[in-house]
Each structure stands twice: as C-alpha cells, then as structure tokens.
Nanobody
Framework: VQLQASGGGLVQAGGSLRLSCAASGRTVSRYAVGWFRQAPGKEREFVSTISSSGRTSSYADSVKGRFTISRENAKNTVYLQMNSLKLEDTAVYYC???????????????WGQGTQVTVSS
C-alpha cells in the first residue's frame, strides 16, 4: 500500500489548511487512519485518528477544537482540516494506516511520506 499525504504549505498563524491522505494499492476503508506530526528536534506525536467506518475519531488535546478528521472511503482518502493554526503546529505531518484507531504510532503499519506544514507569525 502507498499513502500520499498532501496539502501542506506555509500559512500565517490563525489560518487554515486541509491535508489529504490518499491511499493506493489497498482499500483504505478497511483501516483506521491516523495523523501524526514531527517537529524538528522532537519526537513524532499523535494528532488525530478516525476509525474505518468514520464513526469514531479522537484528537490530541493540543489540536482538539481546531482540527477535524474525516474520510471519504469512496475516494480512498482521509482529510485533516486544520483551523486556527498556531506556530507550534509547524511540523511534518504523516498519515498512517492501522487496524485499530489507536493513538500510538506503533499500532500503525503503513506510513506516508509526510507533508510539511509551516505556520508563520
């Protein structure tokens, strides 16, 4: 399976971006999809995850109320809508597939290459 994360870029604080994670080679509808991020010099951290059905999702406290995860299984794509972006949201964002909607990176078997999000003041 290949995951392609896209939609990153440079945005001012308070702005919005929508990340997309497109899967090929495997039907993403069977999997939970998670978003993680890694800032320079920091460990990769959990951002959000959504169950295979889309009925269940969870968020890191740091993004709760600002980010929304969603999925379109017909398009084999998962989205992360990011609003009210802060400087501390700057990181490389990765999407990943898992059989369970977990908050730990070790639960995910397939990873995309990442997309850079940079929030400026």
């Amino acid at each position: 399976v290949q995951l392609q994360a896209s939609g990153g870029g440079l945005v001012q604080a308070g702005g919005s971006l929508r990340l997309s994670c497109a899967a090929s080679g495997r039907t993403v509808s069977r999997y939970a999809v998670g978003w993680f991020r890694q800032a320079p010099g920091k460990e990769r951290e959990f951002v959000s995850t959504i169950s295979s059905s889309g009925r269940t999702s969870s968020y890191a406290d740091s993004v709760k109320g600002r980010f929304t995860i969603s999925r379109e299984n017909a398009k084999n794509t998962v989205y992360l809508q990011m609003n009210s972006l802060k400087l501390e949201d700057t990181a490389v964002y990765y999407c990943a597939l898992s059989l369970v909607a977990a908050q730990t990176a070790t639960a995910y078997d397939y990873w995309g290459q990442g997309t850079q999000v940079t929030v400026s003041s």
